[in-house]
């Protein structure tokens, strides 16, 4: 009973918006609004074909390879940020503005250094990406704990194995926060360095069927576009659930008490 | 321990200034070098102090105030509607669990849609007016202050909604006095962080759309081979941002200096 | 030093605290927390260090355990001086909600001090069964430390140190956030530990009947600028019970005697001689 109601609450509005687009979509041909039926299958007809290989999975295989060195580089440095302080003081300002320069700006500029390249697009996911992991990393080892850090420094647990058994894991919390902000600039990235200069991808496919008016093709590239961003949500999400079960523990025992 | 001496902590703060300045001069420094070594290409990327005096000259451009205005016009009335229609959705769903539960499927699908995603359809629906810049702005940031509404909702304390109610306090009472205020930090948070989504959108919109702003001007300079104007209007981009998340921050610091987020911060 | 010669002549000396002075710079100028500081610890022994609030007892033990550097003075650990965190020492500290890792389980807990001094693995797990089994514990190494009661984590958090077999095991006030029931228990825990496994413990308390409850001897700082008010031996039968022995006589004279101290000590009487050369502690002969 209780599970039928939770399956109700998930699917009743679902359902309930799908109808209605479905009866305005009823009779009236519109040339811009295809009707559900027509965008399933049209989203079959388009991206169950040679272009998701050749177009899509490059596409997610660049987004994810930026976003992974992104992740890399900003928690390495994050660790070394947050632990030093000369080096906080000395990079602040600069990393302040550095995050503040909106990541879609550098796609003219890595046009520019590096021309039309898979590899221009990787440097710009990753150079847009880091700022959130890098900062939020920063915050979190800075927040360690003062009883926990003492702890592990009088049972002499310091250098390697200070950064993987305390900053890492008491950072993770903080760490994971950034990495969902950077799943969604990556996907953004990635969508328009494909739209401003490409000749294939996910992104050049959506403006192209826009401009040639292809327009329930256009919707089922939006369509597509949209499930990667929940797929990649509820990836993230289920990820996180994992890692940070203690974290999510902890906070319940805490708000129970 | 109690704190340090109002002497060292000056002094401190001093060495904190000009360590950061070192890093900023430090940074330009590099950038020169990359360049008139030829690391770079310097057609490709000039040396900063020529991206510096093309900064410098467009400020005094008339074109340059007016792509500010442009896109500040259209970060400004995107982040407002998205706030006032975030809040008030977030407190409308907030208010009732059945509500809450019937559309948590419906808007964990909708949020981690990218809003670029809607670039087509903005084309097609406005063309190269600010409006398409809003649809996105509005997209993207509606379910940042959204989300972040509906955590401060539910993180009400219950002993002082009880207290209220005991109190005879009726919904409207509730909702002003109880619910509002302690809602209050994470909407700032929610608006904080969708005005600097709402910046990155509103670049985007003028990139890719070519709606009129800072960054269809970036784009122009781009493919009009004006490198150093280009990267002149990219740090100026880089400036409004650090101009943005400044004021946030201060607004948040001073409007919520009651809370404790806020007091802790400080300490810390 | 020849005072040492009265009382634990045969037991080699395990921590030696010689003149500690500890000076914070603060708004006001400069701040004497603490002013001379000397005693020893022989090998084996379980002392109680008490004293008024504020009366530097915290800053004592973050010099001892190397976390913190003293202004002046030395400390000596088996007659090496302490500069950093010494490998062979262990601390317990009050917040145990706080000092657990909180993403570790309870067995990872206490086995991670000894898996970065490379202990093997078959010793490692011995040890870590040995010491959970000896804090009672040993039901629930798979649990997470917030999933136990405050008791118990602090339980899990002796199992650490004395997994670690310190030469000098240090307790800041472990007991003071736990109730009234749990604290019971675990001093007597400790008491038990203590005579099973003969270590060397040095116990921070404000509480003046646990440490004349707990310890073979106290020590009693004055308030703050720190010196020693007066360091007392506890001739109270050796097996303890939370009844009976709270109830003997002798054991109401000792307390009064600290307590009397403290009040003291509150009022900034010094004692007479404040700077006086190390020197063991003294029986309590006043009824």
Redesign the interface.
Known sequence: MKILKSIAYAVGLPIILIIIWWAATLGTANFYAPSPALLVETFAQVWFSELFLTDVLPSIGRMLAGIALAIMIGITAGLAIGTTRWLRMLLEPTLEFLRAVPPPVLIPVMMLIMGISDSMKIVTIVFGCVWPVLLNTVEGVRAV????S??S?????GGL?RVR??LI??A?PQIMVGVRQSLSLGLILMVISEMFASSSGLGFSIIKFQRSFAIPEMWSGIALLGLIGVGLSFLFQFVERKALR??H??KE??HAS | ??????A?AQRQQWAKRSLGLVGVLGFLLMWQCVSLTGVINPQFLPPASAAITALVVSLGTLEFWEAVRETMLAWGIGLGIAAVTGIVAGFVIGSSSFIRKATHSTIEFLRPIPSVGLIPIAVILFGVKIESSLMLIIYAAFWQILIQVLYGVADVDMVADNTARSFGLGPVSRLRYVTFPSALPFIFTGVRLAAAIALILAITAELIIGSPGLGHAIALAQSGGAVAEMYGLVLAAGLIGVMVNLTMRLLEKKTLSWHSSIRSEIVI | MPANLSIATDRHIALSVRDLRKV??????D?EAVRNLTFDLPAGELACLVGPSGSGKTTLLKCI???MRPTGGTILLDGNKIVG???K???V?Q?YG??????MRVHENVA??LK??RVPKARRKELVDQALEAVGLAHVPTS?P??LSGGMQQRVAIA?AIA?QPEVLLMDEPFAAVDAQTRADLEDLIRDVWEKLGLTILFVTHDIDESVYLGERVIILSSSPTVIQDDIRVDLPDVRDQLETRSLPRFTELRHHVYQQIQLAKLNHRPADAARPPQASRMVRDA
């Open positions: 704990d003062s009883v926990l003492d702890s420094r009088s049972y002499a647990i194995a058994h305390l894991p008491s993770s203690w974290y523990g902890q025992v805490e | 321990m109690a704190g340090r001496r109002p060292t | 914070y710079s603060s708004d006001a100028g701040v355990s190397g976390l965190p010494p490998k020492m262990a601390v500290f917040e706080r000092s657990l890792f909180p993403w991670l001090p970065n001094q997470y917030w999933q650490r670690y």
